[in-house]
């Protein structure tokens, strides 16, 4: 395949190459009046140490993020790798992705999915135009305590996993480290 310029670009070839990008898998929910809502997604990031923020990128027809821009709160579940179903179930357009599920409500309100690999518990902080999507940035207000469990994962259109075996430190680990000793834990909260 050769070079294309942005003005050949075929979605589906768009697609195939993003999808060498190995990704995690998130659920992003938020209750809007009283009701649980909530979207399986991909693109979620870590965004910024110090203030403590995370990103998201929902489409822009999505009645999720609706729900998500109406309550200003929401929460990124990280699933772990026993958790495709979780995921199939909120990847789709079923309107009660809640049946069956069990959740717990985080300090801002929205709900935690029990088995997940950990959560992220964030108010809407800013919005921006992606093309068809929007740039969420949510700040964070509490964090949930990581489970051990190995994280889900999706890579060229399939579910895949890590193999422990194969598992290496990154050689800045160590800065991260340092930064992290050197920051307030006050400024998290």
Same mark, same amino acid.
């Given at each position: 395949?050769?070079?294309?310029?942005?003005?050949?670009?075929? =979605?589906?070839?768009?697609?195939?190459?993003?999808?060498?990008?190995?990704?995690?898998?998130?659920?992003?929910?938020?209750?809007?009046?009283?009701?649980?809502?909530?979207?399986?997604?991909?693109?979620?990031? $870590?965004?910024?140490?110090?203030?403590?923020?995370?990103?998201?990128?929902?489409?822009?027809?999505?009645?999720?993020?609706?729900?998500?821009?109406?309550?200003?709160?929401?929460?990124?579940?990280?699933?772990?790798?026993?958790?495709?179903?979780?995921?199939?179930?909120?990847?789709?357009?079923?309107?009660?992705?809640?049946?069956?599920?069990?959740?717990? =409500?985080?300090?801002?309100?929205?709900?935690?999915?029990?088995?997940?690999?950990?959560?992220?518990?964030?108010?809407?902080?800013?919005?921006?135009?992606?093309?068809?999507?929007?740039?969420?940035?949510?700040?964070?207000?509490?964090?949930?305590?990581?489970?051990?469990?190995?994280?889900?994962?999706?890579?060229?259109?399939?579910?895949?996993?890590?193999?422990?075996?194969?598992?290496?430190?990154?050689?800045?680990?160590?800065?991260?480290? $340092?930064?992290?000793?050197?920051?307030?834990?006050?400024?998290?909260?």
């Amino acid at each position: 395949m050769g070079v294309l310029d942005s003005s050949t670009l075929d =979605p589906r070839t768009f697609r195939t190459v993003l999808g060498q990008f190995c990704t995690g898998i998130t659920i992003v929910t938020t209750t809007d009046d009283g009701r649980p809502i909530g979207f399986a997604c991909q693109s979620f990031a $870590a965004l910024s140490l110090d203030p403590p923020l995370v990103l998201f990128c929902p489409t822009k027809g999505s009645r999720s993020w609706a729900a998500i821009e109406r309550t200003g709160a929401f929460a990124v579940n990280v699933l772990g790798e026993d958790q495709q179903e979780t995921c199939a179930r909120f990847g789709s357009r079923e309107l009660d992705k809640f049946a069956g599920v069990e959740w717990s =409500p985080s300090p801002l309100g929205s709900p935690i999915l029990t088995g997940g690999s950990a959560h992220v518990d964030c108010t809407v902080e800013t919005v921006h135009d992606g093309g068809d999507h929007f740039i969420v940035v949510g700040r964070v207000h509490s964090l949930g305590e990581i489970n051990g469990e190995r994280p889900l994962l999706f890579y060229r259109g399939q579910y895949t996993g890590i193999e422990p075996d194969k598992t290496v430190p990154a050689p800045w680990r160590d800065d991260l480290e $340092a930064f992290l000793t050197a920051t307030s834990s006050d400024t998290w909260l």
